[in-house]
């Protein structure tokens, strides 16, 4: 039996944080990628296989090359279009509301398969689209924590803005904060709170300065979080969620009943 109470994160770190970097952005792998590996920060991108992704698949190998994890983020980023209003951009035959389990299972699996052709990767993480852990609707909608945990190390699960703790993981519904729009200041005081707790924070993005996407964090406040991170590499540790979930596992850390 695991003893919570003498659990370590490697070479003596009081807490872990992993940085994912959703839709398979030009500025991901032009410049995001390269400046995290130069400060020795290894990190998550969840890449959306039909959009961004397959159009350059050599600047994703050269991603992985560098010891970044390469997230799976489905193959058409179907979300939860609920009420029918929301999300406009969304193709009505990729709405959640409408997927059948087989449905979104196969489409993962194929993402999967993708993605190991371009790293050669059999273990990764899920980035859930939109934040949405749940397909179906009415009686019908459920949660699909099941098909994640069959398909993934670990997934993404609410955007609670809550930090993990290795006594109470789930491994297939990881909480998570954005970090969308915020200062270098702000993510610093969050990454502290974990290190109090002892914890695992994990943090999702989008684009990286201005016009890169329509969520985005400033270039000049990410450059100096991430900064920060590498300055504080002997106290906290930055790794992609596949290598923070790996810990966790291997140090006997089972999933919360």
């Known amino acids: 039996m695991t003893d919570h109470n003498c659990f370590r994160w490697p070479r003596g770190q009081q807490c872990a944080v992993s940085l994912t970097y959703d839709d398979a952005l030009t500025v991901h792998h032009e410049s995001v990628a390269p ?3 130069s400060r020795g920060l290894s990190a998550t991108f969840n890449v959306v296989a039909h959009n961004g992704f397959t159009e350059n698949t050599e600047a994703w190998k050269r991603v992985a090359a560098l010891g970044h994890e390469l997230g799976n983020h489905s193959l058409f980023h179907p979300c939860r279009r609920d009420p029918p209003e ?6 009505p035959h990729y709405d959640l509301c409408h997927y059948t389990r087989q449905r979104w299972s196969d489409e993962l699996r ?7 052709m371009i790293d050669g990767r059999s273990e990764r993480t899920f980035g859930n689209t939109c934040c949405h852990t749940t397909i179906g609707q009415g009686e019908h909608e459920t949660r699909f924590d099941d098909i994640v945990a069959a398909l993934f190390v670990a997934a993404r699960g609410p955007l609670n803005n809550a930090v993990v703790r290795p006594d109470t993981l789930r491994y297939s519904a990881l909480g998570h904060f954005s970090g969308d729009a915020r200062t270098a200041a702000e993510l610093q005081r969050l990454v502290e ?3 109090s707790q ?7 993005f989008h684009g990286v300065g201005a016009g890169t996407h329509n969520l985005f964090i400033d270039g000049e406040q990410h450059g100096r979080f991430i900064e920060w991170l590498s300055a504080q590499a002997g106290q906290v540790w930055t790794a992609s969620m596949v290598e923070v979930a790996g810990h ?5 850390y089972a999933a919360a009943p």
């Open 86 to 91: 929301s999300y406009p951009w969304l193709a």
């Open 193 to 195: 709170l974990a290190r």
């Open 198 to 204: 002892g914890g695992w924070i994990i943090f999702m």
């Open 110 to 116: 194929v993402a999967n398969c993708l993605l190991e």
């Open 35 to 37: 400046f995290l590996a």
């Open 248 to 252: 966790l596992r291997r140090a006997g």
